[in-house]
C-alpha cells in the first residue's frame, strides 16, 4: 500500500532533514554553556497544570509524578534538549503539512521526539528505525519499501505518512487519542488486554496492567509537549544549523541518481548529500517507480534543476511544496524576480515548465501585505521586545502576527522576522 499522497506539481522551498547531526560538530553550533537551575525544586502549581492542558490537545493529561520527573530530566539533560529544538525546524514543517491534510491533532508531531529524539537515522535495540521508529514488518505493512539499498523508513517523508496512517488506525480502533498513543508503543493487543484486566478505557486507570515502557510512554509525550511550548521559560535555547541545511528544496525523482556524480554537478559534499537524504544506504537513489525523494540545499538545487532543464526540456522530476525557510539568500533572490511581484504568496502555483528553474523553489510562504517589507535578523540574545524598542510604529502585537508568533512561541536566536514599513 502506498502511503504517500503529496502533491507532485508545486513549487517549493522546505527546511528539512538531516541524520546523526549530534556527532558532526562541524555542522552543529552549540550553545555555551550556561548555570543550570535546581529543577527538582521546579514548582508543579495550578498554573503548570493548566499549561500542560494548553499544550496537550486531545491527550488526557494528568500532571503525575512520572510527568514531573519526566519534564526534569529534560530540562537537565539541556544540551540534548537543545539540540532537539533544533532539530524541530528541520522535520516538523513536514510533520505539520500531513498532519493539517488529515485534519489530526498537532500534538502528534511531539511522538516522533519520544521515538527517536528526531533523528531519522535512531535504531532500537529490536530493530525499529527512523524518526517514527517503526518496526521492519510494520513499516512493509504500510508500504514502505526496506531493502539492503532503501530504507523508507529513514526518508522523514514516507516514514511520516506511514506513523500518521498507523496512529489513524490504532485511533479508529480505540477512539481515543491516549490510547492511540499507548498503541503505537505496546501494540494494539496489550491495549486491548489491558482493557479487558481493568474494565476501564481511561488510561492512567489500565496503565498498571500495560509494559513499563508503555506506563512511562504517555507521561513522556506530555512533558515533551510541555518543553516544546515552553522552553523558553526555563532557559533553554535552540543550537543552530549551517543554512544549507536548514534551507532546502525538495524534489520527486524517478531513475538513479549518484551521489557523487551528483556532488560533482552541484559542487556540495557527498557527506551534505548523504545528511540530508538518509533513507539511501549506498550513496546512490535507486530507479523506484513511485519516486523517491531527493533533498538538497535550496541553492544548490536550483542549480541541479537549471542542468535538468538544460538537457530536457520536460525533465521526470517533480516539485515538492512543503513550506518556504525565508534566509537572506532566499530574499536576495526573490527581489531580483520582478515577474513574480504580482503572485500571491500563498497562492498554489502548479508547476510550469516555462518557468525558469532558478525561481523553483524560492516563494515566500505566507501573504504579505502590499505594505513594503523589510527583514531583520534577530541577534543572538535579542528579543521581539528589544525590537520594539528600538523602532517607531511598531508593537509586539504586530511583530507576533506578522511572524506567526505567540508569547508562547517566541522567535529563535537569528530567526529572521519579517517588518511592514507604513
Given amino acids: 500500500m502506498n502511503v504517500l499522497r503529496m502533491a507532485a506539481t508545486y513549487v517549493v522551498a522546505t527546511a528539512i532533514v538531516l541524520s546523526?547531526?549530534?556527532?558532526?560538530?562541524?555542522?552543529?553550533?552549540?550553545?555555551?554553556?550556561?548555570?543550570?537551575?535546581?529543577?527538582?525544586?521546579?514548582?508543579?502549581?495550578?498554573?503548570?497544570?493548566?499549561?500542560?492542558?494548553?499544550?496537550?490537545g486531545p491527550i488526557d493529561a494528568q500532571l503525575t509524578y512520572e510527568v514531573k520527573k519526566r519534564i526534569r530530566q529534560y530540562l537537565r539533560h539541556k544540551s540534548r534538549t537543545e539540540t532537539i529544538l533544533a532539530r524541530r525546524d528541520l522535520y516538523f514543517p513536514i510533520f505539520?503539512?500531513?498532519?493539517t491534510e488529515r485534519h489530526l491533532p498537532?500534538?502528534?508531531?511531539?511522538?516522533?521526539?519520544?521515538?527517536?529524539?528526531?533523528?531519522?537515522?535512531?535504531?532500537?535495540?529490536?530493530?525499529?528505525?527512523?524518526?517514527?521508529?517503526?518496526m521492519k514488518g510494520t513499516g512493509k505493512m504500510l508500504g514502505l519499501s526496506i531493502n539492503r539499498t532503501l530504507d523508507h523508513r529513514r526518508d522523514p517523508f514516507r516514514s511520516t505518512e506511514a506513523a500518521l496512517t498507523y496512529l489513524e488506525k490504532l485511533y479508529k480502533d480505540f477512539g481515543d487519542w491516549t490510547l492511540a498513543i499507548a498503541a503505537y508503543n505496546s501494540g494494539p493487543g496489550r491495549v486491548?488486554?489491558?482493557?479487558?484486566?481493568?474494565?476501564?478505557?481511561?488510561?492512567?486507570?489500565?496503565?498498571?496492567?500495560?509494559?513499563?515502557?508503555?506506563?512511562?510512554?504517555?507521561?513522556?509525550f506530555i512533558a515533551v509537549s510541555y518543553i516544546l511550548n515552553y522552553y523558553t521559560a526555563h532557559g533553554l535555547e535552540p543550537d543552530a544549523f549551517e543554512d544549507d541545511l536548514r534551507f532546502t528544496s525538495t524534489?520527486?525523482?524517478?531513475?538513479?541518481?549518484?551521489?557523487?556524480?551528483?556532488?560533482?554537478?552541484?559542487?556540495?559534499?557527498?557527506?551534505?548529500?548523504?545528511?540530508?537524504?538518509?533513507?539511501?544506504?549506498?550513496?546512490y537513489i535507486p530507479k523506484y517507480a513511485s519516486g523517491n525523494y531527493l533533498v538538497l540545499p535550496a541553492m544548490a538545487m536550483n542549480q541541479y534543476l537549471e542542468q535538468l532543464w538544460a538537457k530536457d526540456s520536460?525533465?521526470?522530476?517533480?516539485?515538492?511544496?512543503?513550506?518556504?525557510?525565508?534566509s537572506f539568500k532566499t530574499m536576495r533572490k526573490i527581489a531580483e524576480l520582478t515577474p513574480l511581484n504580482t503572485i500571491q504568496s500563498d497562492a498554489v502555483l502548479r508547476l510550469d515548465l516555462?518557468?525558469?528553474?532558478?525561481?523553483?523553489?524560492?516563494?515566500?510562504?505566507?501573504?504579505?501585505?502590499?505594505?513594503?517589507?523589510?527583514?531583520?535578523?534577530?541577534?543572538?540574545?535579542?528579543?521581539?521586545?528589544?525590537?520594539?524598542?528600538?523602532?517607531?510604529?511598531?508593537?509586539?502585537?504586530n511583530l507576533l502576527?506578522?511572524?506567526?508568533?505567540?508569547?508562547n512561541n517566541p522567535p529563535k536566536p537569528g530567526m529572521i522576522i519579517k517588518i511592514y514599513e507604513n
Avoid at 484486566?197 to 507521561?219: A, H, I, Q
Avoid at 501585505?369 to 508593537?395: A, G, H, I, M, T
Fill in 251 to 283: 524534489i520527486k525523482v524517478y531513475d538513479h541518481i549518484s551521489f557523487k556524480e551528483l556532488s560533482k554537478d552541484i559542487n556540495t559534499p557527498v557527506s551534505t548529500i548523504k545528511l540530508l537524504n538518509p533513507a539511501y544506504l549506498k550513496g
Fill in 401 to 407: 502576527e506578522w511572524n506567526n508568533l505567540s508569547l
Fill in 354 to 397: 516555462s518557468i525558469p528553474p532558478s525561481l523553483v523553489g524560492l516563494l515566500p510562504r505566507r501573504r504579505l501585505s502590499s505594505q513594503p517589507v523589510r527583514y531583520y535578523k534577530l541577534k543572538r540574545r535579542e528579543s521581539l521586545l528589544d525590537l520594539v524598542k528600538s523602532r517607531k510604529n511598531v508593537s509586539l502585537e
Fill in 20 to 56: 546523526s547531526f549530534v556527532s558532526n560538530a562541524a555542522l552543529l553550533t552549540t550553545n555555551p554553556a550556561r548555570p543550570n537551575s535546581n529543577y527538582d525544586n521546579l514548582s508543579f502549581d495550578t498554573d503548570f497544570e493548566v499549561k500542560l492542558q494548553d499544550v496537550t
Fill in 96 to 99: 505539520d503539512n500531513v498532519i
Fill in 192 to 220: 486491548r488486554k489491558a482493557i479487558r484486566r481493568s474494565g476501564s478505557r481511561n488510561f492512567w486507570k489500565l496503565k498498571r496492567y500495560l509494559p513499563k515502557e508503555t506506563r512511562d510512554y504517555v507521561p513522556a
Fill in 106 to 134: 498537532r500534538e502528534l508531531k511531539y511522538l516522533a521526539i519520544v521515538e527517536s529524539g528526531l533523528n531519522p537515522n535512531a535504531r532500537s535495540g529490536v530493530g525499529a528505525v527512523g524518526l517514527w521508529q517503526l
Fill in 314 to 326: 520536460e525533465p521526470k522530476v517533480e516539485i515538492i511544496k512543503v513550506r518556504v525557510a525565508e
